[in-house]
């Protein structure tokens, strides 16, 4: 990621977290354009499904989310409307656009009526938990690129849009001894951490 990038993201998170947390200066706005992907838990073998969907943004007519995860501990098996996918969109995915990346898209259809503006987190996705990965915490980063499309101007992460990346914990399988258990969540953290780092690194 180019070093500007980096710290336009930064700026952006920064900004979010002192407008979310309040209280604020009088007359500033707390709205922050954000495409999100939420969080789950589950233990090895088993599906979990993340919330998709946007914040503060308003006529919006399409959303890309391009997300990268990582392939040692997770695997994409499907994208499906949630409650609240309004009518009149079309909701497509790519679950092999890269190695460990897949993309999704919602679009206004203008030829067919809506019942409703595209808000919240419409959009479900879900991931299975590779059997045999160790207990810990994955990131599914929204990868620079990721959009969001208005009737009057289109939003571009990270640049004018806040990316909220979404973390999956994998919980020990049963009757995993505790203090294992813990040991091994540590390790595999660390070992995310750096994996998750060179991939940024690579891409830069």
């Keep these: 990621m180019p070093m500007h990038r980096r710290w336009i993201r930064t700026l952006l998170a ?22 999100s992907i939420g969080d789950g838990e589950g233990a090895p073998g088993e599906v979990v499904s ?46 092999d656009l890269r190695s460990d990346t897949i993309r999704i898209v919602a679009r206004r259809l203008p030829s067919l009526p809506t019942n409703g503006p595209f808000e919240g987190d419409p959009v479900e996705v879900r991931f299975r ?31 004018t849009l806040f990316p909220r990346d979404g973390e999956v914990t994998v919980m020990p399988e049963p009757g995993q001894p505790l203090l294992l258990a813990t040991g091994l969540a540590a390790l ?15 891409r830069s």
């Design 14 to 35: 920064a900004l979010a977290v002192c407008l979310l947390a309040g209280p604020v200066l009088p007359g500033l706005a707390r709205a922050v354009p954000t495409i």
């Design 50 to 95: 993340l919330p998709a969907g946007t914040r503060d943004i308003t006529d919006i007519e399409a959303v890309l989310w391009d997300l990268v995860y990582d392939p040692s501990v997770l695997e994409p098996v499907e994208v499906l409307p949630a409650p609240g996918f309004p009518t009149g969109w079309a909701l497509e995915s790519n679950l």
């Design 129 to 159: 938990i590779r059997p045999g990965a160790a207990d810990g915490m994955t990131t599914i980063f929204i990868e620079d690129g990721s959009s969001v499309g208005t009737i009057d101007d289109e939003f571009d992460a990270p640049d």
């Design 188 to 202: 595999a953290a660390c070992h995310r951490l750096r994996t998750a780092r060179a991939l940024r690194r690579s």
